[in-house]
């Protein structure tokens, strides 16, 4: 069952009704887990048992953790956790990688064997609730957390269906205490809630699957495609992969208000950064913020000399792209990531150095190592708009290199596409040129209006916390502007279908 499914459009209200029938606690949360279990079984119902049994040994460890009487207990605990967690995790989702790239290397030094089994068949969402539960173990050994020793409290925790797919991945700290406790609905909520669902669907219909219609279409036979067209399919992948993922964890965070839960935001415009450390502070930040939490900074973060912080930061991302794929491909988009944050801590203690000023521009902080007492303010505002206009393209720059690679079929179509990329004759940057590459997909043109149209809305909007949040307006233009979104939904849906969230694959 998947958000833009006409099943889930029935699902919804029905449990929205059930669930604030009663403002009882073992009401409310018995029925979130039994709908939470619906709803991942709508893929496959084998999948429940494989959730259950993670969410159980979680559970009990926990609860032993906590009264374990000796130290040696408490890290055998642990230990257990996280094998039977990354036990699971692995077999499911990496054994065919591992599997295959053994029987290519043997194969390179003459051995010929076959593959161990068939294809296993990965779980959806497993990526997410893995790390969920173990995190809630992990947060009771460090002291950080009490173990629930409610079993539908913490069900509901780990099932619950707005962010159980694709998150974002919550801490216990933060979602347990609001499954602990009976919820009141709240009007005020519930509106927020449906104002932020809009905004998701709008961005997932309108944008990212009309993206994805020229994206795959482009990237269907690159060796056949122009430098150029790769270089707009790359474009258009990085924001059609942003305004679908962050949809969905809009829709999930808009379908919890409903509910009276409050889930961490996951996605700050990520594309107004100017640098790759700031990328990674904006995208997908529950997922950033537990790989810092449960990675990094256990490995040794930051302390220490600068070489084990860059061995730190790219053990990290490397974790994190094999965390988003079984193949070489990913484990290169993560290596890129992590060199570029690499590069910019290297560059940074060079600029330590001298002097620094800080400086405000449409509302962005900046840094400029300079004297700027002879610039009149004119001049140093534009110098300092050129400075983030540059920031932000060398950003989004980078993000597109590490994007080939997590898009492309494989890493040897990756490196012909960047190829192509890098020697785009001159001849096609000309108005002819641009024409005809535009002529080979009628969506384009199109697309690329919309994009600048979202981009100067995502500039304007980026201080708001809740995006459509026209309070400040008269009621009636902020309708309209509802009302605007629902149509242009409708009609988008109509036209286009409907691809699955990119995040279902992970």
Same mark, same amino acid.
């Given at each position: 069952?998947?958000? %833009? ?21 073992? $009401?409310?949360?018995?029925? =979130? ?21 993670? !969410? ?5 460890? &926990? ?23 990354? &036990?699971? =995790? ?8 591992? !599997? ?15 593959? /161990? ?14 790390? #969920? ?33 694709? *998150? ?24 927020? &809630? ?38 707009? *399919? ?5 924001? #059609? ?7 969905? !964890? ?9 509910? &009276? ?18 990328? $990674? ?5 529950? /997922? ?6 449960? @990675?990094?900074?256990?490995? *040794?973060?930051?302390?220490? %000399? ?11 991302? @490397? ?8 193949? $070489? ?71 597109? /290199? ?20 890098? +020697? ?30 979202? !981009?100067?809305?995502?500039? +304007? ?26 149509? *242009?939904? /409708?009609?988008? %849906?109509? %036209? ?11």
């Amino acid at each position: 069952m998947t958000f %833009t499914s006409l099943t889930f459009l029935i699902f919804l209200p029905l449990v929205f009704m059930l669930h604030w029938a009663r403002q009882n606690r073992y $009401w409310q949360n018995s029925l =979130l887990v039994l709908a939470s279990y619906l709803f991942y079984g709508w893929w496959d119902y084998r999948f429940c048992g494989l959730m259950m049994l993670s !969410s159980l040994v979680d559970y009990g460890l &926990g609860i032993f953790v906590a009264h374990a009487k000796t130290q040696s207990q408490r890290k055998l605990a642990l230990t257990t956790s996280v094998v039977c967690n990354l &036990g699971l =995790l692995g077999f499911f989702k990496y054994f065919n990688f591992f !599997s295959e790239s053994l029987v290519i290397a043997l194969g390179e030094v003459g051995w010929s064997v076959h593959p /161990l089994m068939s294809e296993i068949l990965l779980p959806v969402g497993i990526s997410f609730y893995t790390f #969920q539960t173990l995190s809630y173990t992990i947060d009771i050994y460090r002291g950080k957390l009490h173990p629930t020793t409610n079993l539908i409290d913490y069900l509901a925790f780990v099932s619950f269906f707005p962010q159980l797919v694709a *998150g974002p991945i919550e801490r216990a700290t933060n979602l347990m205490p609001q499954f602990s406790r009976a919820r009141i609905f709240s009007n005020d909520q519930a509106v927020a &809630g449906c104002r932020t669902i809009l905004w998701g669907f709008a961005k997932k219909l309108i944008i990212a699957d009309h993206l994805a219609v020229c994206v795959d279409s482009i990237y269907a036979h690159p060796s056949s495609a122009s430098g150029l067209t790769l270089l707009i *399919g790359t474009v258009f992948f990085a924001w #059609q992969i942003y305004c679908d993922f962050s949809a969905y !964890s809009d829709i999930a965070i808009g379908t919890a208000k409903l509910f &009276g839960i409050d889930l961490m935001q996951n996605f700050s415009y990520p594309y107004l950064s100017q640098s790759v450390t700031e990328f $990674w502070r904006r995208w997908h930040i529950s /997922l950033s913020t537990w790989f810092r939490d449960y @990675v990094f900074i256990p490995l *040794g973060g930051s302390q220490g %000399t600068k070489f084990n912080t860059f061995r730190n930061l790219m053990i990290t991302f @490397v974790l994190s792209g094999l965390w988003h794929g079984a193949a $070489w491909r990913f484990i290169i988009w993560g290596a890129i990531n992590g060199a570029a944050l690499v590069v910019e801590k290297v560059m940074s203690s060079y600029l330590e150095n001298g002097r620094s000023r800080q400086i405000s521009v449409f509302g962005h902080r900046l840094n400029r190592i300079a004297d700027h007492a002879n610039c009149d303010q004119t001049t140093f505002a534009v110098q300092a708009a050129l400075q983030t206009t540059f920031r932000m393209t060398y950003t989004f720059s980078v993000i597109c /290199l590490g994007w080939v690679f997590f898009r492309a079929a494989s890493t040897a179509e990756a490196f012909t596409i960047l190829s192509k990329i890098a +020697t785009i004759p001159l001849h096609d940057l000309n108005a002819s040129a641009w024409k005809a590459t535009l002529a080979t997909h009628p969506l384009i043109e199109k697309m690329l209006i919309v994009l600048i149209g979202y !981009s100067i809305l995502e500039w +304007t909007m980026h201080l708001k916390l809740v995006p459509l949040r026209f309070l400040q307006w008269p009621k009636p233009a902020r309708w309209a502007v509802f009302t605007l979104a629902i149509w *242009g939904t /409708l009609q988008f %849906t109509l %036209t286009t279908e409907t691809s699955p969230f990119i995040y279902f694959q992970f």
